[in-house]
């Protein structure tokens, strides 16, 4: 993958993160840091996927989303959920879900069941990213 590529898809979901942080009336001081968590989650899965697969690099990613989220939380005095979701949404399996509707309607009800197992996957991958590094920031407040 080229530099242009990859500065290419930071930006877009630099964008995107930022685009549903303005829809989630995020206050504008956070809005900058929002899109940054969600561009670096993506960054990170797409440094991933081609090592490990698409449900690893999706759990590695919602665990970068939520340790940058806690972290900046912490110094902007600021819910992680306020940077945590807005971060995710690069993350979140939409065209899988399209897809697996799409199939259906055509009565490929075997490559609809496959996308369906493969969003609840990625979707739990998402999930158990997020959870695990808040529990262990919680872990660590005690």
């Given at each position: 993958m080229s530099f242009l590529d990859i500065s290419r898809q930071f930006m877009a979901a630099f964008l995107a993160s930022g685009g549903f942080s303005i829809l989630f009336n995020l206050s504008a001081k956070h809005l900058f840091f929002a899109s940054l968590v969600g561009a670096m989650g993506w960054l990170g899965y797409q440094f991933v996927v081609?090592?490990?697969?698409?449900?690893?690099?999706?759990?590695l990613a919602a665990a970068i989303v939520s340790l940058l989220a806690e972290v900046l939380s912490r110094i902007l005095k600021t819910p992680?959920?306020?940077?945590?979701?807005?971060?995710?949404?690069?993350?979140?399996?939409?065209?899988r879900v399209y897809r697996s509707m799409e199939y259906f309607l055509h009565g490929n009800n075997v490559n609809g069941l496959d996308e369906v197992a493969m969003t609840l996957l990625v979707s739990g991958a998402i999930a158990l990213g997020i959870a695990v590094v808040g529990s262990l920031f919680r872990l660590k407040k005690r």
């Open positions: 081609p090592i490990s697969g698409s449900i690893m690099a999706t759990f992680a959920s306020t940077l945590t979701v807005p971060g995710i949404i690069p993350l979140v399996p939409g065209m």
